[in-house]
């Protein structure tokens, strides 16, 4: 079918570069469907991480099934929207690709699904990075009674140029068999586990180099999970030295807007800590293209109707990863201590 708007158009075929719907197949996102098995497969997407976050909850646990099905539904369709549990709190948490992103998914909650839900603040995904070279020289010991646990590394954590095309990247250099081969898969394991959450706000570190240069084992002692443990302790304790710093997901917005706005517009994504990198004028029409940090969009699509009486529209997209100023990160670092000590005394009581 040929679909637009309420208007739908049933035809026998369809070429390149339409866009049609097809009734009665299960399909996912990234599907590709050909006319014999094993035809091809068309490249897919590319599908860039989720940079904001909004914790909800239901009332009651017959509204908790819908919700399931409407966010496995949801998932499905759009490899864009992800979902988890939080361990802390186990709230659901929702994350994609910007503020009205989520605002649709769950108005569909509510619309399709007849599910109301609490919906908590949007939050950034910030990222941990470090931001000097340390070496690192550490040995996990642990005697207790039967065999024991011994492992020891020696290396550096460096940050990755800022052009890198990994976030992590790992590199080993041990010689005559120093460290057996296991054991240094095992060190790798720790070192990614350790990362998810880095130490200074639990935030996943990215832009990182680990070395692995030396180290030592015991016949009886060292296992594959002495040296998990071994790194992950290594790695909190050395990235700490490290100067850590936060980055944030930095947005790409296209705003268009009468000509006469322009200034006000412009001069308003420049307060929000936005760089603006090009403007154009189209007949009537102003167009400015902007980074803005993510963390300062929210609410914009409110304040930029209201600077254009309505006639202001933007749109945006993830851009990369940016170092944030040092009053940011504070408060930042700030909010997350106070969100962590609200969890104690909740668990407290």
């Given at each position: 079918?040929?679909?637009?708007?309420?208007?739908?158009?049933?035809i026998?075929?369809?070429?390149?570069?339409?866009?049609?719907?097809?009734?009665?197949?299960?399909?996912?996102?990234?599907?590709?469907?050909?006319?014999?098995?094993?035809?091809?497969?068309?490249?897919?997407?590319?599908?860039?991480?989720p940079?904001?976050?909004?914790?909800?909850?239901?009332?009651?646990?017959?509204?908790?099934?819908?919700?399931?099905?409407?966010?496995?539904?949801?998932?499905?369709?759009?490899p864009?929207?992800?979902?988890?549990?939080?361990?802390?709190?186990?709230?659901?948490?929702?994350?994609?690709?910007?503020?009205?992103?989520?605002?649709?998914?769950?108005?569909?909650?509510?619309?399709?699904?007849?599910?109301?839900?609490?919906?908590?603040?949007?939050?950034?995904?910030?990222?941990?990075?470090?931001?000097?070279?340390?070496?690192?020289?550490?040995?996990?010991?642990?005697?207790?009674?039967?065999?024991?646990?011994?492992?020891?590394?020696?290396?550096?954590?460096?940050?990755?140029?800022?052009?890198?095309?990994?976030?992590?990247?790992?590199?080993?250099?041990?010689?005559?068999?120093?460290?057996?081969?296991?054991?240094?898969a095992?060190?790798?394991?720790?070192?990614?586990?350790?990362?998810?959450?880095?130490?200074?706000?639990?935030?996943?570190?990215?832009?990182?180099?680990?070395?692995?240069?030396?180290?030592?084992?015991?016949?009886?002692?060292?296992?594959d999970?002495?040296?998990?443990?071994?790194?992950?302790?290594?790695?909190?304790?050395?990235?700490?030295?490290?100067?850590?710093?936060?980055?944030?997901?930095?947005?790409?917005?296209?705003?268009?807007?009468?000509?006469?706005?322009?200034?006000?517009v412009?001069?308003?994504?420049?307060?929000?800590?936005?760089?603006?990198?090009?403007?154009?004028?189209?007949?009537?029409?102003?167009?400015?293209?902007?980074?803005?940090?993510?963390?300062?969009?929210?609410?914009?699509?409110?304040?930029?109707?209201?600077?254009?009486?309505?006639?202001?529209?933007?749109?945006m997209?993830?851009?990369?990863?940016?170092?944030?100023?040092?009053?940011?990160?504070?408060?930042?670092?700030?909010?997350?201590?106070?969100e962590?000590?609200?969890?104690?005394?909740?668990?407290?009581?």
């Open positions: 079918m040929r679909i637009h708007a309420d208007k739908r158009e049933e026998d075929k369809a070429t390149a570069g339409d866009i049609v719907a097809v009734m009665g197949v299960d399909a996912a996102s990234g599907d590709t469907y050909a006319g014999e098995p094993k035809l091809c497969t068309l490249e897919s997407i590319f599908v860039p991480l940079v904001i976050k909004v914790a909800i909850r239901t009332s009651s646990n017959e509204a908790g099934d819908r919700l399931g099905k409407a966010l496995a539904r949801f998932r499905k369709e759009d864009t929207f992800a979902v988890s549990t939080d361990d802390e709190t186990g709230e659901t948490v929702l994350a994609g690709m910007g503020e009205l992103h989520l605002e649709i998914y769950l108005e569909r909650i509510r619309r399709e699904y007849n599910v109301e839900v609490v919906v908590g603040a949007p939050k950034v995904s910030y990222r941990e990075a470090p931001s000097v070279r340390v070496d690192y020289n550490y040995r996990h010991k642990k005697q207790t009674g039967g065999s024991g646990q011994f492992a020891h590394i020696v290396g550096f954590i460096e940050p990755l140029p800022e052009d890198a095309e990994e976030e992590f990247e790992f590199e080993e250099s041990i010689v005559g068999g120093r460290i057996p081969k296991p054991y240094i095992g060190a790798l394991k720790g070192f990614r586990a350790a990362m998810v959450k880095g130490p200074i706000a639990e935030f996943p570190v990215v832009s990182t180099k680990i070395g692995l240069t030396d180290g030592s084992f015991h016949d009886v002692d060292s296992s999970m002495a040296f998990q443990t071994c790194a992950k302790n290594c790695f909190r304790e050395t990235f700490m030295k490290t100067k850590p710093v936060l980055l944030e997901p930095v947005m790409k917005m296209e705003v268009e807007v009468p000509a006469e706005y322009q200034g006000p412009a001069g308003e994504l420049t307060s929000r800590r936005g760089i603006i990198v090009g403007t154009d004028l189209e007949g009537p029409t102003a167009v400015i293209e902007a980074h803005v940090p993510l963390a300062e969009t929210f609410g914009y699509s409110t304040d930029l109707r209201s600077m254009t009486q309505g006639q202001g529209t933007f749109s997209e993830f851009l990369c990863y940016r170092r944030v100023p040092a009053h940011v990160q504070e408060a930042v670092l700030a909010e997350k201590r106070a962590k000590e609200a969890r104690h005394l909740v668990g407290a009581k």
